[in-house]
């Protein structure tokens, strides 16, 4: 019984691991499109004074 009690625990870790690298991802994901977004408008902004300033 303890064998199968540590490997349904092994098994349980693995889950909130694997949701834990996923919810890392999301966050990555998130982060970088934020980035870019910000980007771009500063970009825009730059290149809009510079036409028209």
Same mark, same amino acid.
């Given at each position: 019984?303890?064998?199968?009690?540590?490997?349904?625990?092994?098994?349980?870790?693995?889950?909130?691991?694997?949701?834990? *690298?996923?919810?890392? @991802?999301? @966050?990555? @994901?998130?982060?970088?499109?934020?980035?870019?977004?910000?980007?771009?408008?500063?970009?825009?902004?730059?290149?809009?004074?510079? *036409?028209?300033?």
């Amino acid at each position: 019984m303890p064998k199968i009690s540590r490997s349904i625990e092994a098994s349980q870790t693995d889950s909130e691991a694997a949701k834990t *690298a996923y919810d890392l @991802v999301c @966050v990555s @994901v998130a982060g970088e499109t934020t980035r870019a977004f910000t980007d771009i408008c500063t970009w825009q902004t730059t290149a809009s004074g510079w *036409a028209f300033g």
